[in-house]
């Protein structure tokens, strides 16, 4: 038998954080179509601040329940949600030093 101390994530369930600095969101919008940016403004909490700086955050869940994703408010027709997060998230990531938390649990 394994006895494992501290934090065990269950495999049956997901959590995703992404903390940014509003310039880095900004740059990365500014590389998406207008139907791209409408998808993300669902996902995304502005108007947070931490250590004075203006930040984003991004942060999402799953499990048997159900997803965060199923309570995004618009997703342009012909768009897919997940992908239009990847191109987002890997914009973010080019600039890690604007980049405080990249952290997924699975």
């Excluded at 954080?17 to 740059?27: A, C, R, S």
């Excluded at 997703?75 to 997940?82: F, I, Q």
């Excluded at 600039?95 to 405080?100: A, H, I, K």
Aim: with cysteine; hydrophobic share 35%.
């Amino acid at each position: 038998m394994k006895i494992r101390n501290g934090f065990v994530s269950n495999s049956s369930s997901s959590s995703f954080v992404l903390v940014t600095t509003k310039f880095n969101h900004e740059q990365a919008m500014s590389q998406l179509s207008e139907k791209e940016r409408e998808c993300i403004k669902g996902l995304v909490e502005t108007g947070k601040k931490f250590a004075g700086m203006d930040i984003v955050v991004f942060s999402s869940w799953s499990n048997h329940g159900g997803s965060s994703w199923e309570y995004i408010e618009y997703v342009p027709e012909g768009l897919d949600a997940y992908e239009t997060y990847d191109k987002y998230e890997a914009l973010i990531v080019k600039n890690r030093d604007e980049v405080f938390t990249y952290n997924t649990d699975m």
